[in-house]
């Protein structure tokens, strides 16, 4: 069992920047790949980063490619999504979570636990 706590969203002007945090407890953190994904209303669940557990590794979502970094603190036990230039397109819900499952990095279903969710709204 692992428990996902996100963190730093808000309001944010367009071309403004926030940093997303995740603290995970429980199950050994150090040991799993994690991923960001967003959602926003209406709209089915979108991936946005991953990064590998040793933080070698990591894949964005095109949308996002060049204007977020995902990194880790292995000793913190906490994921970042530093997100910069942002759009009003990426005003939605965004969730951490942990994958578990074998399977592609973008996929949803390959992830077991899930954060609760903080909320980011890019205003124009």
């Known amino acids: 069992q692992v428990h996902l706590v996100e963190s730093g969203g808000g309001l944010v002007q367009a071309g403004g920047s926030l940093r997303l945090s995740c603290a995970a407890s429980?199950?050994?953190?150090?040991?799993?790949?994690m991923g960001w994904f967003r959602q926003a209303p209406g709209k089915e669940r979108e991936f946005v980063a991953f990064?590998?557990?040793?933080?070698?590794?990591?894949y964005y979502g095109d949308s996002v490619k060049g204007r977020f970094t995902i990194s880790r603190d292995n000793v913190k036990n906490t994921v970042y999504l530093q997100m910069n230039s942002l759009k009003p397109e990426d005003t939605a819900a965004y969730y951490c979570?942990?994958?578990?499952?074998?399977?592609?990095?973008?996929?949803?279903?390959?992830?077991?636990?899930w954060g609760q969710g903080t909320q980011v709204t890019v205003s124009s």
């Open positions: 979570a942990v994958r578990t499952y074998l399977g592609s990095y973008y996929d949803p279903s390959r992830y077991e636990y």
């Open positions: 429980g199950r050994t953190f150090s040991t799993n790949d």
């Open positions: 990064i590998l557990w040793s933080g070698t590794g990591t």
